[in-house]
């Protein structure tokens, strides 16, 4: 259904590199549908959290992605809890890649998990097709209170029929990304919340190698 953006990945594109630097977090593990997913869990608020979604599983990408790795720490530097996970077929986690639809079920078993812990206020973020499981997942959702968008993949997959993405506080992409440029961005952005931000970061590719701490900051400028 999404061979398109499949065929047209260089496998680096999506799996960068691990995360080297640690973070205070331990591994938990939840049910999606029948399936074990492990996880990531740094618990500092009990009132605020967020969900943070890493790159493509056919190419690498998982929780330990050093794009997710920066997100999840600028969320940490907050004082939020924070839960980064493995989509079902990756790492520990139970099942196979499932075309982006199991994946959704995976992302809203992570989110009612912080609900359930005690976490009412959870924003969410997602790495290239991270972000799209997000988008597609997010109207079928009631917990999420803020979204932030990192190198949506427009120019690879079909975002549509997202619409309206009420919760959509900030859009990231590099200026020479060209998985998510920055010009289609501009053009569906009215479409998903006409009041979210813009940031492009002025050199930076879908790697953000070399820019993972300006992302941090920018993604931390804005919570």
Not at 189 to 211: C, K, Q, R, S, T
Request: proline fraction near 4%; glycine fraction near 10%; aromatic fraction near 10%.
């Amino acid at each position: 259904m999404h061979r398109h953006l499949l065929t047209n990945l260089h496998p680096l594109c999506l799996c960068g590199l691990t995360a080297t630097r640690k973070l205070m977090e331990e591994k938990i593990d939840f049910l999606s549908e029948d399936y074990k997913i492990e996880g990531l869990l740094d618990k500092k608020s009990e009132d605020k959290g967020a969900v943070i979604t890493h790159p493509h599983p056919l190419y690498g990408g998982d929780m330990y992605n050093f794009v997710v790795g920066s997100i999840a720490r600028a969320y940490q530097k907050h004082g939020y809890t924070t839960l980064r996970f493995n989509f079902r077929g990756v790492g520990g986690s139970q099942g196979y890649y499932d075309e982006g639809i199991g994946e959704q079920n995976d992302l809203l078993a992570a989110l009612s998990y912080l609900n359930a812990i005690g976490i009412k206020q959870i924003d969410l973020t997602g790495y290239s097709f991270g972000a799209w499981i997000n988008a597609q997942a997010i109207r079928n959702d009631v917990f999420v209170k803020n979204m932030v968008m990192v190198s949506p993949p427009v120019g690879f997959v079909n975002f549509h029929p997202t619409t309206s993405l009420s919760p959509l506080k900030l859009v990231v992409t590099g200026s020479r990304d060209d998985i998510a440029p920055a010009h289609l961005i501009k053009k569906i952005l009215p479409a998903w919340n006409p009041n979210a931000v813009f940031e492009i970061i002025d050199g930076a590719d879908h790697f953000y190698g070399g820019y993972v701490e300006e992302l941090e900051s920018v993604v931390s400028s804005h919570l």
